[in-house]
């Protein structure tokens, strides 16, 4: 019944578009006519005046997937003060279709497979809607007014849907540079200086361009999280990031002609890498090299022998009981670049990003049991004076805003800086109360490994903390980005739309 009711709704469009087409033909072509069959047309089924269909190819456009997957909806209501053209189109541009409506406010339900789309009244609309190319755009003049609600959610330009297994996929289709003011205020904070802002802002619009059809299995350029670029709509825009974009409006970074994949992340830890170290492709402009512009973000983790084993047991190594964990191999930069489990049985060796995930770390720039990580006596994690370990701050003493102390247990707790009292280049805690209570006498304990380490991130391109450095120092964006994307040019996006 419902197949039948699409069936009828496709054809009904169909055929509406058909007669105008050959009614406008018919006043183009007579202006009287004698053809029997245009005078049963009914008087109130005249043509609607003519008028221009609205379009959009002179700019990028991109399917952000705001729910798809395991998250699809059962329903979408979509709302515009502007009202909505019903509109077809594709990376390149849109263009208004004969179908039109008044409702401000427009629902999509699942019906047979399909996305249908329903006006205020209940009336069907389209039968399907992205399997047949359609969005829906705000009707607004100007496309800085072009704002729509998405389930309650405001974004700019249009949306459209898709279905699987009987749930709504949720797309905004939306034009790169108001796509590009969503993202910069998640990825970088809003009070960053502005060259750092525009730094961001051409990678965000570079990484967006070079990766149209990145989830394209799921009917989407991009998807929302980090694995893409975190993006949230107009809730994030901020003056100081609309600046930046506008600023750099159509700009993005090249190499060799090409747009690149500009990645980026949080903290380098001292160091960036080659991309080919952490995943597979080698690309030119993403090459490893000491950071002179790192903020330090220090972090700690530590697991029992049997957590480790269990650990390998699970990725399928049989390699027996875990008696260590060592880091055999580093880059000439610092950054670690294999790390070697030893059991009772053999050994397991993990490079490039599984050592990140095998170990569950922020970054490549760590230690294990690495005095070079633990300030103590005698190169122990042990303060034996206050009956706490201490771990993470450097040898120097410098940077102690923020120390890990590590309980015997294996617990691990930030300290601030006040709380420790340093004596001659040994740690020692602060007066009794001031330590964290429940922290126990014992020794650090010989079947835990100890890992601390530097930096939050993949580690290929900007880190972004790097970034803002650079532009407190007074680099502008070009610098910025020609210091961690080596080889690099800004060019214009027109140029290879
Ligand atoms: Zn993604």
């Avoid at 221009?52 to 699809?72: C, M, P, V």
């Avoid at 047979?112 to 705000?138: C, F, H, P, R, W």
């Avoid at 991009?222 to 670029?229: E, F, K």
Wanted: with cysteine; glycine share 10%.
């Amino acid at each position: 019944m419902k197949r039948f009711t699409k069936v009828l709704c496709v054809a009904l469009v169909f055929g509406l578009l058909f007669a105008g087409l050959v009614f406008a033909e018919g006043e183009e072509g007579e202006a009287e006519t004698e053809d029997p069959a245009s005078q049963t047309e009914p008087a109130e089924e005249e043509s609607p005046p003519e008028r221009e269909l609205r379009s959009d190819y002179d700019s990028t456009y991109l399917w952000i997937g705001l729910k798809y997957g395991s998250d699809a909806v059962d329903k979408i209501t979509l709302k515009s003060t502007d009202g909505f053209l019903i509109v077809k189109g594709n990376n390149k541009g849109w263009k208004e279709t004969d179908v039109t409506t008044d409702s401000k406010t427009l629902t999509i339900v699942p019906s047979g497979g399909y996305a249908t789309l329903v006006d205020e009244s209940g009336d069907t609309i389209l039968g399907s809607m992205g399997n047949g190319g359609y969005i829906v755009m705000s009707a607004a003049e100007d496309p800085e007014d072009r704002l729509i609600t998405i389930n309650g959610s405001r974004y700019r330009d249009g949306a459209t849907a898709t279905v699987t297994n009987g749930k709504l996929n949720v797309t905004n289709v939306i034009e790169i540079e108001h796509y590009v003011r969503g993202v910069v205020a998640n990825e970088m904070g809003y009070t960053y200086p502005i060259e750092a802002l525009k730094a961001q802002a051409i990678a965000a619009r570079s990484y967006a361009f070079r990766n149209i059809n990145k989830h394209k299995n799921y009917g989407i350029d991009l998807c929302t999280t980090q694995d893409c670029q975190v993006y949230r709509g107009y809730v994030s825009e901020h003056d100081s990031t609309d600046d930046a974009c506008s600023q750099t409006e159509g700009k993005v970074l090249t190499y060799d002609g090409k747009i690149v994949e500009a990645y980026y992340y949080a903290y380098s830890g001292g160091a960036t890498l080659n991309s080919e170290d952490v995943w597979v492709n080698a690309l030119d402009y993403c090459r490893g090299k000491v950071d002179e512009y790192y903020s330090d973000y220090k972090w700690a983790v530590h697991y029992t022998m049997d957590e480790l084993t269990e650990e390998m047991e699970s990725r399928g190594k049989d390699i027996g009981d875990v008696v260590s964990v060592q880091v055999t191999n580093r880059h000439n930069t610092g950054a670690v670049a294999e790390v070697t489990f030893v059991g009772t049985k053999g050994t397991a060796k993990f490079t490039k990003s599984t050592i990140l995930s095998v170990l569950g770390l922020k970054s490549f720039m760590f230690a294990i049991n690495d005095s070079q990580f633990v300030w103590s006596k005698d190169g122990q994690a042990i303060v034996t004076d206050a009956k706490v370990n201490v771990l993470g701050a450097n040898s120097t003493g410098e940077d102690l805003s923020t120390v890990y102390v590590i309980g015997a247990d294996g617990d691990v707790a930030k300290s601030a800086a006040s709380d420790i009292r340093i004596t001659n280049g040994t740690m020692v805690a602060m007066p009794e109360g001031s330590v964290s209570a429940g922290w126990r006498d014992d020794p650090v304990r010989s079947d835990v490994v100890y890992i601390a380490g530097s930096g939050w991130g993949h580690g290929v391109g900007m880190p972004q903390t790097s970034a803002r450095n650079m532009a407190d120092l007074g680099f502008d964006c070009e610098a910025i980005l020609q210091y961690y994307y080596e080889g690099t040019e800004i060019g214009d996006l027109a140029d290879f739309q």
